[in-house]
T-cell receptor
Framework: EAQVTQNPRYLITVTGKKLTVTCSQNMNHEYMSWYRQDPGLGLRQIYYSMNVEVTDKGDVPEGYKVSRKEKRNFPLILESPSPNQTSLYFC?????????????FGPGTRLTVL | AQSVTQPDIHITVSEGASLELRCNYSYGATPYLFWYVQSPGQGLQLLLKYFSGDTLVQGIKGFEAEFKRSQSSFNLRKPSVHWSDAAEYFCAVGPLGETDTGGGNKLTFGTGTQLKVEL
C-alpha cells in the first residue's frame, strides 16, 4: 500500500530535550516536506527536500533541522524544543515533474513541549 | 506570493441542510486546487482536486467544488449535510506544471473552516 508513515504519532517532551520525528514514504517520490498545523493558521511548510541531500527552508524553519540521506526518509529534528513548537506535524511527499504534483500526507504527529 | 483565504472560521448547519464553504486564492501561475478534510484527531483526507477541464469537480463523500477563475474562487458544496461531516475543512493551492517550482511542490493552505452540524 502506497503510504507516508510518521513516528511517533504522539509525543510529550520537555523544553530542551532533543527529539526526532521520522517520516518514510514507499512511493519513490523525489519531493518531501514537513508542515506544522496550528489553530487559526492552517498548515505551514517548515522544510522541504527535492531529492537526496537537497533540502531547503520553507516558511517557518526556525528551530528545526532536517536531513535527506535516503530517498524514502525525511526526519524532522528539534535540537532544543521549546513550547512554541507544540503543534501537529505532517510529513508529505510528491513525485517530481509531470502535471499532477499531488502531495500525499502522513497521519500526523502531535507534539507537546512542556 | 500565493495565498488562500477561507473567510468563514466557523460554520454551523443543520443536518440535511445544504453547505457551501468559501475559498478564494491568489496565485501567480496556473493553480492546482484542493480541498482537504480533517476529522477530530485525524490526519488530512483529500476530498477533491481541480487542475483543468470541467470547472465543477466531484469528490468523495458527496462533496463537489466549483472553480471560478474570474472570481479566483473554489467553493466547496454539499447538497445535504450529515452529522459525520462535522470536521475542519482546508482549501489549498499548489503549483501545476512540469518544471521544478520553489518549495518542492509546496501547498499553501487556508486557515480552515470548522463545520459544526446540528442534529
Amino acid at each position: 500500500e502506497a503510504q507516508v508513515t510518521q513516528n511517533p504519532r504522539y509525543l510529550i517532551t520537555v523544553t530542551g530535550k532533543k527529539l526526532t520525528v521520522t517520516c518514510s514514504q514507499n512511493m519513490n517520490h523525489e519531493y518531501m516536506s514537513w508542515y506544522r498545523q496550528d489553530p487559526g493558521l492552517g498548515l505551514r511548510q517548515i522544510y522541504y527536500s527535492m531529492n537526496v541531500e537537497v533540502t531547503d527552508k520553507g516558511d517557518v524553519p526556525e528551530g528545526y533541522k532536517v536531513s535527506r540521506k535516503e530517498k524514502r526518509n525525511f526526519p524532522l529534528i528539534l535540537e532544543s524544543p521549546s513550547p512554541n513548537q507544540t503543534s501537529l506535524y505532517f510529513c508529505a511527499s510528491s513525485p517530481r515533474g509531470g502535471r499532477f504534483n499531488e502531495q500525499f500526507f502522513g497521519p500526523g504527529t502531535r507534539l507537546t513541549v512542556l | 506570493a500565493q495565498s488562500v483565504t477561507q473567510p468563514d472560521i466557523h460554520i454551523t448547519v443543520s443536518e440535511g441542510a445544504s453547505l457551501e464553504l468559501r475559498c478564494n486564492y491568489s496565485y501567480g501561475a496556473t493553480p492546482y486546487l484542493f480541498w482537504y478534510v480533517q476529522s477530530p484527531g485525524q490526519g488530512l483526507q483529500l476530498l477533491l482536486k481541480y487542475f483543468s477541464g470541467d470547472t465543477l469537480v466531484q469528490g468523495i463523500k458527496g462533496f463537489e467544488a466549483e472553480f471560478k477563475r474570474s472570481q479566483s474562487s473554489f467553493n466547496l458544496r454539499k447538497p445535504s449535510v450529515h452529522w459525520s461531516d462535522a470536521a475542519e475543512y482546508f482549501c489549498a493551492v499548489g503549483p501545476l506544471g512540469e518544471t521544478d517550482t520553489g518549495g518542492g511542490n509546496k501547498l499553501t493552505f487556508g486557515t480552515g473552516t470548522q463545520l459544526k452540524v446540528e442534529l
